[in-house]
């Protein structure tokens, strides 16, 4: 039988994979590539970077498309077939990339390639790869070398095991509730909870852990109890907190020994810590550069933190007869205080953003703002309720994305954007190759028939990743190093994301973006009015939550690793930074899977970086006469500075082609109303 990961489909078969498949297309892959490898560090093999491209990078992009798409089914699609395989492969894919990154022949053909001989998107690409592979132990030698590489492989593994241990740890609770328990929660949640209970043949109504399950609960249930409950289990998952029977999910033993290899492939690399390595890639110059960012944010935030907290415990204390709030009563009391002071709830709001109008009204405001035409295309997918589109401009293929929105069972929580391929002119064939994004969330399901209800912040969260997506496809760049999000510092690359979000809050984009689900009617511009009264609604308090985990993070990876307990560094950050103390039991390290498995470790800080970008880029909008929504030569600008850019020349060089200035700070104290 054919291989699906072995065609030459411009797209893959996710139709046709089978776990079956992945041990085969490895080995074939991997042959592929060391063959590659073997040939261009030849010593007669010239040290062109054309011919190398022509060469490795085509054999080793099979090898990345055919990991990835089985890495994506690992997070979307999870079964204990392909968990099985996915793992097998695993440590053979990573000692190869391992080993290429530190090849010594292949440093030396890249340093020896004449830079002169080079345009300017390749000269970008060719010293960031220089850079990564002094990163990768490129120069290491000898005992050093082996280290590092045997370091690389178990950290893998190990992120892996975090992942997969707080999907199941979120897998394996269930609460079963009895109606009565449930009153104030919003029905389409009690609907859902209902037919969850049912398609077990158990009684009751099902609560999980995840988001569409959680959330609702913590915001709207009136029973204190039920919500310490759901809290307790939420905030102690993949710990030694947790139910005695989920033990074997605890990820204290996996932190450890993270942290303890980072620290180790840092002092081999010559640097103190791992925060040091981490900000070389960055637009950051230190970690010190990056904390005293995180203490200054802290310290403006911090009375309207303050202000915060005690308007809920006043309003607790009179209206809900909760002197004494606990940490699991305060997203309740906020969603109360939020409906008293504005005279609306998330529910309320919800019923006019059903999935296909809000989806509607994004491709509207891309397609005005970015000159381009949205369009349904066809592709093998993984479920039936994915979702393809192609992008065009002038009836030209731009870039195509897949869309994964609902939450289910084998699906990891969260959003992401990820890519399938890159724009790239192929050295092989001379042909341009278009960029395929696949945008992924985690949305709670229709039930009785309807179309499927967002909150405001589930539209957020899609804009959001929308974001990424236009960053990776809109890019004009033809070198796939640094095309699109690749060879962007990580701490800019959320400047296109997190500027996508501010256009949920435009009028012009939200009335045409909503629709009652009874009645069809769109949003009323009183609710929108409320809305926006209510949207800096608790700023200061989520300022430093983000900011807590930020400090927490880059502290852990500069004093921390081998100096101090995990918990005990984070009680010193909340002590510092936090208005809410959580209870001792709370664990929410063990899953925060954005340093232990996603990428962000001494980079969790990047999100409030881009927070001050894209604020500040989205000023450019407001500042206009003819409105952020309509202005399409701002749009323009804007496009070609930063999303067509890509990574071809430094972020704060696009961020002030197209300002003309560096960032401030002041346009996100403004937006979020802290100025």
Known sequence: MTNPLLATAPLPLFDQIKPEHVSAAMDELLARAEAALSEVTQAGFPASWTGISRVLDVATENLSRAWGAVSHLNSVADTPELRVAYNAALPRVTEFWTRLGADERLYAKYKAIEISSLNAEQRQAHKNAVRNFVLSGAELQGQDRVRFAEIQERQAELSQKFSENALDATEAFAYYAQLADLDGVPQDVIDAALSQALAESQSGYKLTLKMPSYLPVMQFARSSALRETLYRAYNTRASDQ??????????????????????????????????EVSVVAKMAD???????????????????????????????????????????????????????????????????????????????????????????????????????????RAGQLIGQFYL???????????????????????????????????????????????????????????????????????TQVNERDVSGISGVEWDAVELPSQFMENFCWEWDVLKHMTAHVDTGEPLPRALFDKMTAAKNFQSGMQTLRQVEFSLFDMLLHTQGEGSKDVMALLAEVRAEVAVIQAPPYSRPAHTFSHIFSGGYAAGYYSYKWAEVLSADAYAAFEESSSGAAANVETGRKYREAILEAGGSRPAMESFKAFRGREPSIDALMRHQGMA
């Open 286 to 392: 230190s970690p010190e550069q990056v904390i005293s960012f995180l203490r200054d944010l802290a310290r403006r935030a911090r009375p309207y933190a303050e202000k915060d907290v005690a308007d809920l415990r006043a309003f607790a204390a009179e209206h809900l007869k909760l002197s004494n709030p606990q940490p699991w009563d305060y997203a309740y009391i906020g969603e109360k205080l939020k409906e008293a002071r504005y005279a609306f709830s998330e529910q309320e709001v919800k019923q006019y953003f059903t999935a296909p109008k809000v989806l509607e009204g994004l491709f509207k405001i891309v397609e005005t703002l970015f000159d381009v035409h949205l369009a349904k295309d066809t592709a093998p997918v993984w479920k039936p309720e994915v979702l393809f589109y192609r992008i065009e």
């Open 404 to 474: 994964d929105q609902p939450a289910r069972t084998g699906k990891r929580g969260g959003a992401w954007m990820d890519d399938v391929r890159a724009r790239w002119l192929r050295p092989d064939t001379g042909q341009l190759q278009t960029p395929v994004a696949h945008l992924v969330c985690n949305f709670a399901e229709g039930v009785a028939g309807k179309p499927a209800l967002l909150t405001h912040d589930d539209v957020t969260t899609l804009f959001h990743e929308f974001g990424h997506g236009l960053h990776h496809m809109l």
């Open 242 to 275: 947790s139910n005695h029977e989920h033990s074997q999910f605890d990820n204290s033993a996996i932190m450890a020994e993270i942290l303890a290899l980072r620290l180790e492939e840092s002092r081999l690399l010559g640097y103190q810590n791992f925060g």
